[in-house]
């Protein structure tokens, strides 16, 4: 069977707070980065991006925080809601050449979890 | 749109045989990806496609893994023979290559355990 991994770092929160989930990247010429939210059984879904010449970017209820000077990311929920219990997963992307396509390096993720 | 379509959800088999996953992507997306998930090694890119075209297969752990694309609306990853260490949760996902951002829809993932 499949060998026991590494766990997760985990976030445990309550219902109404603010969360806060970082992410350190690895690749200082990485320059669009994305911010994924997997639910159980379900395959990661896209939140929120932010390209390297920002370093804020803001959705519903959700902020992403670039500092491209210690390469670290992190995503903000307001306002947390048992709904957003997850593991979520930075991204990185280096812009492809001409035909090329973006090919995200993932992060380990972090596992959300929101009592009520 | 239905999204990226995976079929089966879960497998079930023995340790020697051949395991086929199949993936429909979201109509209208040129480049296809095709993912391992384990706890412990996280998400893993196994092999991409952009037109149909194989472009990077890096990623695949062995010779027992190939995958094929013969048209727009369909791929499959095989594994021959199987190993229980094939063991993994395996994600197809799709994106429209849009040269300034790029966004990936994962299907819901094949579960496999290889016994």
């Known amino acids: 069977g499949e060998s026991v991994g590494l766990h997760l770092p985990t976030l445990s929160v309550q219902e109404g707070d603010n969360s806060i989930i970082n992410c350190a990247y690895s690749?200082?010429?990485?320059?669009?980065f994305i911010w994924y939210k997997q639910e159980s059984g379900k395959g990661p879904q896209f939140i929120i991006d932010i390209r390297s010449n920002m370093d804020k970017r803001q959705g519903q209820r959700v902020t992403v925080l670039l500092n491209k000077t210690v390469k670290h990311l992190s995503l903000q929920i307001a306002a947390t809601q048992p709904g957003d219990s997850a593991v979520y997963f930075c991204a990185e992307n280096i812009t492809p050449g001409t035909g090329g396509s973006y090919i995200p390096t993932f992060g380990r993720g972090t596992s959300l979890i929101v009592h009520p | 749109d239905a999204g990226v379509i995976q079929s089966p959800r879960h497998e079930v088999t023995e340790m020697g045989q051949e395991v086929t996953l199949r993936c429909k992507p979201i109509s209208g997306h040129n480049s296809l990806f095709w993912y391992r998930q384990t706890m412990m090694r996280g998400l893993e890119l196994l092999i991409y496609f952009n037109n149909n075209v194989p472009i990077d297969d890096s990623g695949m752990p062995e010779d027992r893994f190939s995958a094929k694309m013969p048209n727009a609306s369909f791929s499959t990853l095989k594994i021959q023979p199987s190993e229980p260490r094939d063991s993994a949760v395996y994600f197809c996902a799709s994106s429209l290559q849009r040269g300034s951002t790029d966004t990936q829809y994962f299907g819901p993932g094949t579960r496999l355990t290889v016994l």
């Open positions: 690749n200082s010429a990485s320059d669009y």
